[in-house]
């Protein structure tokens, strides 16, 4: 595999595997410069034979480097309010580690208000997570005192 994208990068196209076509298209379009010419040689790659398919996407490559690259992600940076939702979330749906890397990018659908009203968070977090604070009023109750009645003679 490594050999034929090898290959492929300097144009010795004559000692590309063509099962491996395939492949060489994802791997080339691991380049930003090259996404869209990759993107372009995609639409035709069910349609002809793999020998066209190889000189087409060598034609169009604009990075020569036989090193692939691919585009690095984004990483989360981990503010004090991405690790409280991660540990209510984690905590409301009985997630994993994993499940949680998983379900990173739904992280922004969750209600937060209902998994802070069923795991009781307090002022700061709920100010946290953005939400408004709740104001608990006390509620004095008072048991109004009831008379005995009177003991009589009778009673045992």
């Known amino acids: 595999m490594l050999n034929s994208m090898k290959y492929l990068k300097s144009g ?3 000692l590309v595997d063509t099962k491996l076509i395939y492949p060489l ?15 372009t040689v995609n639409k035709y790659l069910f ?10 996407l060598y034609l169009g490559l604009r990075e020569k480097n036989p090193f692939i690259k691919y585009p690095k992600a984004s990483k989360i ?12 979330a984690k905590r409301f749906y009985f997630w994993s580690e994993q499940e949680f890397q998983r379900n990173l990018s739904n992280l922004e659908y969750i209600d937060w208000e209902e998994v802070a ?3 009781g968070c307090d002022k700061k977090e709920r100010k946290l997570l953005g939400l408004p604070e709740i104001k608990l009023k ?17 009673d045992f």
């Open 117 to 119: 009203m069923a795991l």
């Open 47 to 56: 349609y002809c034979d793999s020998k066209i398919i190889s000189g087409l």
């Open 77 to 88: 940076t981990e503010t004090k309010e991405f690790e409280l939702k991660k540990t209510l």
């Open 25 to 39: 298209v994802r791997w080339c379009s691991g380049s930003e410069k090259d996404v869209d010419w990759c993107n």
């Open 138 to 154: 006390k509620q004095v109750i008072t048991q109004e005192k009831v008379a005995k009645p009177k003991k009589t003679l009778f």
């Open 12 to 14: 010795n196209l004559k």
